[in-house]
């Protein structure tokens, strides 16, 4: 046989043999080393536990604004990206999130005028 037959020649699943064979070492190095990804598993499961304690504890506090004030939009929409974030698998940001929401809601920052309306929010919204 020459060299570019046995090129050709397949394991039964169309697979080349020497494709063949670096999956094959591909799969021995994954299999040889599982116990580095379950320390990260349990680490990231801690860090997203507490991500997801400290948003709700920061929404039991925005509940207590109305919900036509425009403080409460902007701190839900930093708990939304926590929570987010969270589910992508990045809790880094998540205490920085969180502390701005809770800053946002206590300071309550951002005040309409007397007969003014945020465009596109609240229950009587036209959008």
Same mark, same amino acid.
């Given at each position: 046989?020459?060299?570019?037959?046995?090129?050709?020649?397949?394991?039964?699943?169309?697979?080349?043999?020497?494709?063949?064979?670096?999956?094959?070492?591909?799969?021995?190095?994954?299999?040889?080393? @599982?116990?580095?990804?379950?320390?990260?598993?349990?680490?990231?499961?801690?860090?997203?536990?507490?991500?997801? +304690?400290?948003?709700? !504890?920061?929404?039991?506090?925005?509940?207590?604004? @109305?919900?036509? !004030?425009?403080?409460? +939009?902007?701190?839900?929409? !930093?708990?939304?990206?926590?929570?987010?974030?969270?589910?992508?698998?990045?809790? !880094?940001?998540?205490?920085?999130?969180?502390?701005?929401?809770?800053?946002?809601?206590?300071?309550? @920052?951002?005040?309409?005028?007397?007969?003014?309306?945020?465009?596109?929010?609240?229950?009587?919204?036209?959008?």
């Amino acid at each position: 046989m020459t060299s570019r037959a046995s090129a050709r020649r397949s394991f039964g699943s169309g697979v080349p043999a020497r494709w063949a064979c670096r999956a094959g070492f591909v799969a021995l190095v994954i299999v040889a080393a @599982p116990g580095a990804g379950w320390a990260q598993d349990a680490e990231f499961a801690e860090e997203a536990a507490k991500c997801e +304690r400290a948003v709700d !504890d920061a929404r039991s506090l925005l509940v207590q604004l @109305p919900a036509s !004030d425009p403080s409460r +939009r902007f701190a839900e929409s !930093d708990l939304l990206t926590a929570m987010t974030e969270m589910a992508a698998g990045e809790v !880094d940001e998540c205490p920085d999130l969180v502390a701005r929401a809770r800053t946002v809601i206590e300071t309550r @920052p951002y005040r309409l005028r007397p007969g003014e309306r945020m465009h596109g929010y609240g229950p009587d919204s036209q959008n």
